[in-house]
């Protein structure tokens, strides 16, 4: 017993719609897939359900696919024929395609700019930071002489001030004290 031929219709019951949709889906992605495994083809599909929800399947990426397409169908002067294309809407919508890859390559140039300043404000930044420590070192450096300066300079005025105290009242009766070695006995 085999299976039974259904007439192609569309589906009225909205249940059975999406159950349809599924399990059609499933074997449209599987067929895809052997078509790519098999022949090495760069298989893209996108559906959306009855419920308006998308669906995709790609081999290698969707995104892959679809990029090398419209790099494609941007370099070669063959008039592609899509589907569901309304006539004269061809020119529009190249027109559209050119006017946003402009942009696109605007944005991508403001981009680049943006980056490079920031990598020019990065060094920068890190050569004052550099700048800084070296400066504060210095300035450190500068403090520690400053400061044994100032000890150097007290001590002096204190041995100043002991000669002047010296030299007003001589100290009388101090006598001289031989200073001998003693050896010790361990």
Do not use: W
């Amino acid at each position: 017993m085999g299976r039974r031929k259904i007439e192609i219709t569309e589906v009225k019951d909205p249940n059975t719609k999406q159950v349809t949709f599924s399990k059609r889906r499933t074997g449209l992605f599987k067929k895809a897939n052997e078509l790519s495994i098999l022949c090495g083809a760069e298989v893209a599909i996108v559906v959306f359900s009855p419920g308006n929800k998308p669906y995709s399947f790609g081999h290698p990426s969707v995104d892959a696919v679809a990029d090398k397409f419209l790099q494609q169908e941007t370099a070669s002067s063959d008039v592609v024929v899509r589907p569901n294309l309304v006539e004269g809407t061809n020119s529009s919508n190249a027109d559209n395609v050119d006017a946003l890859n402009q942009q696109l390559s605007g944005v991508q140039t403001q981009i680049l700019e943006e980056h490079k300043k920031t990598v020019e404000l990065d060094r920068k930044q890190k050569q004052q930071e550099v700048t800084k420590l070296t400066h504060n070192k210095q300035l450190q450096r500068s403090y520690l002489k400053v400061q044994r300066k100032v000890e150097d300079y007290l001590d002096a005025v204190e041995v100043s001030e002991y000669l002047l105290l010296l030299a007003k009242e001589p100290v009388i009766g101090i006598t001289k004290h031989v200073t001998t070695k003693r050896t010790r006995k361990n």
